[in-house]
């Protein structure tokens, strides 16, 4: 499948499968079922239109601002709720912590039937990634000057943080990528600056689409790396001073 050189109209999950993938990918990145039981899924601050949207789509919730930090909360704690949340994602989750807190907390829920990891799970063939990306994913531009090049190389950059490799590994081998250690803080990320992993990514969100100001920034990402396509094919230069200023702005974005 190639990429269109237009940007995609930018959709929501159109279907109750498609958004319980979605929702598990939220999930699996930046949220948990606590003891009491509840689902807690944290956001940024500038992300506060999604636990609004889960809110609406769901019926249930509350969305909670996090003192002292940039960040909101999608709190559910209503029990029609957490039935809907049961049936959304299940066997949809792919984070075993993520899927023992299911399996061990909601017991209590009349609908509840007991979750587990698919094996034959496709991270391209539905909308998993785009809630996971939505929590832990980043889209970044480099421009690096080498000294034994006159011209600066320009890298679009795809990172994603976890404090456990194993998401990370099906990841990279659905997209291409490396897997990273970090040991000052003790956790994994994925990274890639690749073209040709740039190209399965832009494949995969020109179909399943993000939200808010990360679609903004896939958008601003999505620019630049066409851009340099194009002057590869045309031997042109690159317009260094407006992948500067896009990059600036995606900064400042998120």
Partial sequence: MEYSIHKPKTTKPNSIVDFGFFL????????????????????????????????????????????????VNFIMAHSLGLEKVCALVHNKLQHKDKIIQYNTRLRSLKSFNFTEKQDLFSIKENSWFTGFFMGDGSFQIEIIQRTDRKKAEVCVLIQIDQKTKCLLLQIKNAFGGCVYYRKSTDTFYYSSTSFAVAKNIIQYFDRFHLMGVKMTQYTLWRKVFLKIQNKKESQDELDYKWISMVKKRMNCIL
């Fill in 24 to 71: 598990a990918g939220l999930i699996d990145s930046d949220g948990h079922f606590s003891k009491i039981p509840q689902l807690v899924v944290c956001f940024h601050e500038k992300q506060i239109h999604v636990p609004y949207y889960l809110k609406k789509k769901l019926g249930y919730g509350i969305v909670s601002k996090v003192k002292n930090k940039k960040a």
